[in-house]
């Protein structure tokens, strides 16, 4: 596709159930990022791909969070037993390479928790 | 890891002013800064972006200034118009053990007419 992808663009949850977040990154782009974003407040980063391996999963909150990304392209992120504070738009972004090159976001996907 | 500053958090300016926004960062082995424009519910997008080599950059109204000693950087609007209406963030890439970018808290830039 001609941009970053992700779906579904809205997720209404109730606490303490299971969800799970689509990013597809602009063909060709071997990393992958995803962020958090709350209302008021910056993206946070959240766990970066370069193909298929996480090479970064820092900034992931605790093990509730998980993604993978099988085939070095799409990419899924999981979030298991929800909590209120989970509600956010989730955001993900692809660049050509890592690092200091421009990265490219999709409209996001917005998760709330209730 | 890195922490980035950013303001200020809300700026309003006459339409056709210019408007300033300042971030500093605390890594210095950081080396990537961008800029990035969001509108209310719409994606972030890059602006602008400028890379440790070099202390300034222009693109027509927009330009940013980079002070590596002093570990700040600038973005700066000039000749602003109602579209300029948007919240603004820096970002910073350090490398090394994180990969991703570290946001500020963004400004609220209102052109006013």
């Known amino acids: 596709g001609a941009g970053v992808s992700q779906t579904p663009s809205n997720k209404v949850t109730e606490k303490g159930k299971y969800v799970e977040l689509r990013c597809d990154p602009i063909s060709g782009h071997t990393a992958l990022y995803w962020y958090r974003q709350s209302l008021g407040q910056g993206p946070e980063f959240l766990i970066y791909?370069?193909?298929?391996?996480?090479?970064?999963d820092s900034g992931l909150p605790n093990d509730r969070f998980f993604a993978v990304r099988p085939e070095g392209s799409v990419s899924t992120l999981k979030i298991q037993r929800t909590e209120r504070g989970d509600s956010a738009v989730y955001l993900c972004?692809?660049?050509?390479?890592?690092?200091?090159?421009?990265?490219?976001f999709g409209q996001g996907t917005r998760l709330t928790v209730v | 890891g890195e922490n980035v500053e950013q303001h200020p958090s809300t700026l309003s300016v006459q339409e056709g002013d210019s408007a300033v926004i300042k971030c500093t960062y605390s890594d210095s082995a950081s080396n990537y800064f961008p800029w990035y424009k969001q509108e209310l519910g719409k994606r972030p997008q890059l602006i602008i972006d400028?890379?440790?080599?070099?202390g300034e950059k222009k693109d027509q109204r927009i330009a940013v200034t980079l002070n590596k000693t002093a570990k700040h950087f600038s973005l700066h609007i000039t000749e602003t118009q109602p579209e300029d209406s948007a919240v603004y963030f820096c970002?910073?890439?350090?490398?090394?053990?994180?990969?991703?970018?570290?946001f500020g808290k963004g400004t609220h830039l209102i052109i006013q007419p």
């Open positions: 970002a910073v890439y350090s490398g090394g053990g994180a990969d991703g970018l570290t």
């Open positions: 400028i890379r440790s080599n070099v």
């Open positions: 972004a692809s660049s050509l390479t890592a690092g200091t090159t421009e990265a490219f």
């Open positions: 791909f370069q193909g298929t391996g996480a090479a970064d």
